[in-house]
């Protein structure tokens, strides 16, 4: 949006008739009217004149009968006017009106008001003229001496657009600025002047600059900005000036400004890769994320702090900052600290992973003296599974870890309790020396579990890795506490009976008879039928599990039983002692089936549970050798391989990660050297910069640097056919939340276009951020017209619009060319990434959209569909490669994938090979996208649609 068109958003409030106001009506409004009615008048015809209409019998009224007005608000508007109306003629030469305009402003230039003097410095850094600028010089020069900074400052800016433009007007423009900035005392006016030295003549900036070096410290942070910014551009383009300037950067460290620090650090960072400067830059970064309230900003940040991280030789220097690091921990952000945490344990290493340790140890304790937030048990789940990576990287960790992490299994957090059981699992099985730890504290813990998959897991544990006859005794203790009174349905029949303990018995009401199930009578007291809920409380963990109709883990307890029963009668000879345990054993399992069949539970038990107990009974009452190796030793070689396997799996990641980074320029590569290289073959010397720093880096997957040409064409749409009289193409660059639109328009016709603009509108959750300006176009003339979108969400999105122009010398109404839709894809903003099972089911469960693609392609095998299919989303395999190796006719695969907005999208791929339609049959079968939202599920299975039919052809 143009500074005419803010001006008028902002100052323009008329609400216009259905029809607009007649030329004729308008005169008499700007001749005759009051002030008021004037200033009314002015603003319509601003509006008309930007919607296309042209009014040039209005232009010598408004010069007689506005222009000499001292009314604020006309001279507000008068500015937009003069910058929108047409002050040519058809053939390109000057209005003689415009003669009158330029003598009215060189008045204003010399106006007592030192707003009106600002305002129209301003609006002159618009005017393209040179015959309307050229009058004007002098008093622009004059306004450089004001006692007022902002008319100074604007005067400088005046001076820069009009040095930038038209040279031959203000030759000495450099020469002037550096005398004024010599002895200029005012910020803001330094840092324009500063920045037009910069842009115009660096040299003098230079040497402006070496002058007040050592008092930079001293200066406003806006011009402070503008100084690293030279420093930047000058030990790019000329590295021997570094060791003059890196002094400089490195007091700048120090500023009160943030941005300044932020930017110079950035910058030191690109001129010097002495450990002494990383450390310093780094320190800053540190310093910006704890000072800074601002959530966004620290990510940033972080993101910087990360980049650093990647370059091998930064790694070390980062590891000796891990302990500063952490107190970004304190920011109550969760996505702050899981990046915090995430980069921690990148560069965690034998030297100060016990000081990461303990932090960890005290953040987790502090979770549970924290006020309940939404956020607290993800955060414990955080540190739960960052001291997991820890102690399974450094095994030594693992036994000051676990004491602490295993108090969690009782949280009422199933999903951090869950975590710390999977890490108490691989550490058991990894590390035998810290067995009997954790079996003993498992035995501490085990009663005050809550969560029955906590408890089964629990179960599995102590049933798996109870070695010792203690230990199995304890266990067998435990179970028995946890279980309660036995017979369960008899002590049940009970309770619910009246037949409570003494101290229970209070005065009772009215008795009523029930029969039982053993047909007897029994009598229950109005108190008993009035405090059920009490009595849940009192019941013990696992009875509670099984009264609530929760057999699966009655299934898990029996396969314990007889896991530990088994092991019990290798370890103790005595006949008599072993048929004693074995034969308490059966009685739980017993009485276990005795209760799913009766009328107690809420729900009955399964079939499956039924013959998963009926099948450990009759294992105890055989106890042969096959059951015993299948019991106590298949099941632990099973949880091996998984481990392994999944060891394996993090190791192929990192060494994929590793190869990214590893050089892979070929020997063969030709060296191109910048000082061979023609002028016309880059586009700047930044350009060659950047080219030589990514190939100096091996960085070759970046295929924008490696070869930019081809990238852009690539990303080209044609807006119009080639027969149109105006051609328009678009190149679009998508970066991150933003789309900028470089549109080529050319005119392709013998006429002089005017008001040439380009009309654009959004579909989607894109947002125009402005409007293009419009322009003229001389015959068979061209242009580039810059349009920014931002984006708000991950869903595709449709920019359409048309190029609107008006012939110069012709009566007719405006002209039209409509442009072709640019479709943005969804891929721009999909990335792969990782997520465990727990954390992909609870998500396929929370989230309400859907929606199920058909397979339709001529892909004839399974895995080389699942791969076409991960290449087109940008989504990872979360199901293990070993798991789809093999071939058996169909395959099941999970997705996962996460926008830069943070929105995730799961998708589960179900397929088979129909063999009974031959062997070249294709793949059959579909795909189901779960996201939040509902633009994304619906975007997602249109980019499956469409990869799919470009198969099939």
Known sequence: MTAAENVCYTLINVPMDSEPPSEISLKNDLEKGDVKLKTEALKKVIIMILNGEKLPGLLMTIIRFVLPLQDHTIKKLLLVFWEIVPKTTPDGRLLQEMILVCDAYRKDLQHPNEFIRGSTLRFLCKLKEAELLEPLMPAIRACLEHRHSYVRRNAVLAIYTIYRNFEHLIPDAPELIHDFLVNEKDASCKRNAFMMLIHADQDRALDYLSTCIDQVQTFGDILQLVIVELIYKVCHANPSERARFIR????????????????????LVTLSSAPTAIKAAAQCYIDLIIKESDNNVKLIVLDRLIELKEHPSHERVLQDLVMDILRVLSTPDLEVRKKTLQLALDLVSSRNVEELVIVLKK????????????????????????????????????????????EFLSDNNEAAA???????????????????????????????????????????????????????QSVMTEIRRSLGEIPIVESEIKKEAGELKPEEEVSVGPAQKLVTEMGTYATQSALSSSRPAKKEEDRPPLRGFLLDGDFFVAASLATTLTKIALRYMSLVQEKKKQNSFNAEAMLLMATILHLGKSSLPKKPITDDDVDRISLCLKVLSECSPLMNDIFNKECRQSLSHMLSAKLEEEKLSQKKESEKRNVTIQPDDPISFMQLTAKNEMSSKEDQFQLSLLAAMGNTQRKEAADPLASKLNKVTQLTGFSDPVYAEAYVHVNQYDIVLDVLVVNQTSDTLQNCTLELATLGDLKLVEKPSPLTLAPHDFANIKANVKVASTENGIIFGNVVYDVSGAASDRNCVVLSDIHIDIMDYIQPASCTDAEFRQMWAEFEWENKVTVNTNIIDLNEYLQHILKSTNMKCLTPEKALSGYCGFMAANLYARSIFGEDALANVSIEKPIHLGPEAPVTGHIRIRAKSQGMALSLGDKINLSQKKTSL
């Open 248 to 267: 400089c950067i490195y007091n700048l460290l120090q500023s009160s400004s943030p941005a300044v620090k932020y930017e110079a650090a950035g910058t």
């Open 363 to 406: 953040e987790v304790i502090k979770t549970n003296n924290v006020t309940e937030h939404e956020d607290t048990d993800k955060y414990r789940q955080l540190l739960v599974r960052t001291l997991h990576s820890c102690s399974v990287r450094f095994p030594d960790m693992a036994a000051n870890v676990i004491p602490v992490l295993m």
């Open 418 to 472: 869950a975590d710390v059981l999977e890490f108490v699992r691989e550490a058991i099985q990894r590390f035998d020396n810290l067995r009997p730890l954790i079996v003993e504290k498992m035995l501490e813990v085990f009663h005050s579990i809550k969560s029955v998959k906590i408890y089964r897991g629990a179960l599995w544990i102590l049933g798996e890795y109870c070695c010792t006859k203690e230990d199995i």
